[in-house]
């Protein structure tokens, strides 16, 4: 019986033998041909570009072409699910963000993987702070008049954002939940035309990443009444935080991260965040993403991981108490 079970077990043996061999020359030569970065949205937009400005450097620590693919649709899911279907090789990556791996999974039950465990996080890329940002004809300089300013209208602010379930009603929901701030939620189908409303008066205001809508806070176009982050931006000094303003632990910044497929070898993976930390001490890098209101992440592999595992947790309960579903 115990010379069966042995004759029976030699063969997988054997099979994993193999495989450890084969996924070890597969690491020793990787990599051997151009990596495909898929960005989950279309072109032009702030994760699209971040993955563009990433990408040559990333291909000059590799040693091989990285190949920048948009794979638009769904809010980043479509992207995102072909991500964490592919082959764990290391010639698929992602360049996702808090949208992909956050806050879309947090409001669409329909999403096909997990934020966390369908992937491997190789490491963070950059961080960009909201913006809490009015029309010109609000009378309010700061959240303390703005709070009051909300009291005099029957239905309270209107608020844009590119959506139901998007990062920007999320952080609404989130501010609401800790400011009597009275508001009325105004969902668009983009970001671009209910910040052309903001600008128009149209609407009263809303939340915004600052790379997008620093140009118009500099050009007088909108007020920025605070930013949504820990500490003041270097290139918005004057605009205090909420912390400052008597509204603590609200924080809602966009960050953008490199991911590959879950499974993935350690010898690659070793090599990508080694990459990645290349690249990110570029200058060109660094310069380029500065321009864009964004700070590159400090964070070593293991701290950002624990940081993207949490925004996935702290964004899906926000969303599951305030009842917020991308099919609202």
């Not at 190949?67 to 899911?77: F, I, L, P, S």
């Not at 806050?103 to 961080?127: L, M, R, W």
């Not at 409303?197 to 790379?211: K, L, P, T």
């Not at 992440?297 to 309960?317: I, N």
Request: zero cysteines; a positive charge.
């Amino acid at each position: 019986m115990h010379r069966k079970l042995v004759n029976r077990l030699a063969p997988l043996a054997l099979a994993t033998a193999a495989a450890l061999a084969a996924s070890s020359a597969l690491a020793a030569d990787y990599p051997s041909r151009p990596i495909t970065m898929v960005v989950a949205f279309a072109p032009g937009g702030n994760v699209d570009i971040t993955a563009r400005t990433l990408a040559p450097a990333l291909s000059k620590a590799l040693g091989q072409t990285v190949v920048v693919d948009n794979r638009a649709g769904g809010g980043g899911m479509i992207g995102a699910s072909a991500v964490a279907r592919a082959t764990p090789d290391g010639y698929t990556l992602m360049l996702g963000s808090s949208g992909t791996n956050a806050t879309v999974p947090a409001v669409n039950h329909s999403v096909s993987y997990d934020p966390i465990k369908s992937f491997t996080i190789i490491g963070g890329v950059s961080t960009t702070p909201s913006l809490l940002v009015v029309s010109t004809q609000v009378k309010a300089s700061n959240f303390q008049e703005l709070l009051k300013y909300s009291t005099t209208k029957p239905e309270g602010l209107s608020f844009g954002s590119p959506g139901v379930g998007s990062f920007n009603h999320l952080t609404l929901a989130l501010v609401k939940q800790k400011a009597p701030l009275r508001v009325t939620h105004v969902p668009y189908k983009g970001a671009g035309q209910a910040m052309t409303d903001v600008m128009s008066g149209q609407i009263d205001g809303m939340f915004d990443q600052s790379s997008s809508s620093m140009p118009a806070v500099r050009d007088g176009r909108i007020k920025a009444i605070a930013q949504l982050s820990e500490r003041r931006s270097p290139l918005l000094p004057d605009v205090p935080t909420l912390a400052e303003q008597g509204v603590p632990g609200v924080t809602a910044e966009v960050y953008t991260a490199l991911f590959a497929p879950a499974g993935l070898p350690k010898d690659v993976e070793a090599k990508l965040v080694a990459a990645l930390q290349s690249a990110r001490q570029d200058p060109a890098v660094q310069e380029r993403l500065h321009a864009l209101g964004a700070e590159v992440v400090t964070m070593d592999q293991a701290r950002f991981q624990a940081h993207a595992t949490e925004e996935a947790r702290r964004w899906r309960d926000l969303a599951k108490a305030n009842h917020i579903t991308a099919q609202d």
